[in-house]
């Protein structure tokens, strides 16, 4: 779409603020891997979120990691652990933003200024948890983001069309269960259409509707700006 393309071309020619505290470029930063490649999540017991906490935990260590970082459009087989995930014709496994995997309780700040769209605490086991979108625009170009996974404080206060300036705290990372019950973890998104929708947009598709979604959810890394995502 040429829409996306000049926002694109937009995006990869700024800088943002960090999204955490912790740079996302330092060595201790690594990439974590949630598809089948990944034989260990054979023997991983994903529907106990403490074990899936833990087994998370083992695979930061492994890499002497404190953040994992990964995602985008990455097939993956750990939606097994919840029926909301299940389609009416195929499952959905491919997500569509980036995940930053860090510490409960953590700032989460916004990489570019905006507005609140809308939010909502999407409770479902496995869905989002408490959510916030954002309206951002850049010269003329609209385009959104989605936080996910976030604590519930994150939602007090908050209303719609209430202004973030870039670098300033948007959220906390939340705890489980009350993240949608997931170790803790960040589900951060860059949309240039909502379709309408509001406190929600789908954070996983299915395989057949990869090329669709691709249109729609750019890629996350041109906002954080990670060595570890390239």
Not at 180 to 193: A, E, I, K, S, V
Request: proline fraction near 6%; charge should be negative; hydrophobic fraction near 40%.
């Amino acid at each position: 779409m040429e829409n996306s393309a000049k926002l694109i071309s937009l995006l990869s020619a700024a800088t943002f603020a960090p999204i955490l505290d912790h740079d996302l470029n330092a060595p201790d930063v690594a990439r974590l891997d949630f598809t089948a490649q990944n034989t260990d999540l054979q023997q991983a017991n994903l529907r106990d979120t403490a074990s899936f906490d833990l087994f998370v935990t083992e695979m930061l260590r492994k890499q002497n990691a404190a953040v994992g970082v990964g995602g985008y459009f990455e097939n993956r087989v750990i939606y097994r652990r919840s029926e909301h995930f299940d389609g009416a014709v195929e499952p959905r496994s491919v997500h569509l933003g980036v995940d930053i995997w860090a510490p409960a309780g953590i700032p989460i700040y916004t990489p570019v200024a905006g507005t609140v769209h809308s939010f909502q605490d999407n409770a479902n086991f496995g869905d989002y948890g408490p959510t916030i979108i954002l309206e951002h625009e850049l010269e003329g170009e609209i385009f959104y983001t989605l936080f996910g996974h976030l604590s519930r404080t994150s939602l007090e206060g908050l209303s719609v069309g209430k202004h973030f300036e870039a670098g300033q705290q948007v959220a906390t990372m939340g705890a489980y269960p009350e993240n949608g019950d997931w170790p803790p973890h960040l589900h951060f998104q860059l949309m240039t259409n909502l379709l309408g929708k509001s406190g929600d947009f789908p954070g996983v598709c299915a395989p057949s509707e990869e090329d669709y979604y691709r249109q729609i959810c750019l890629d996350p890394n041109l906002l954080l700006q990670t060595k570890h995502l390239k």
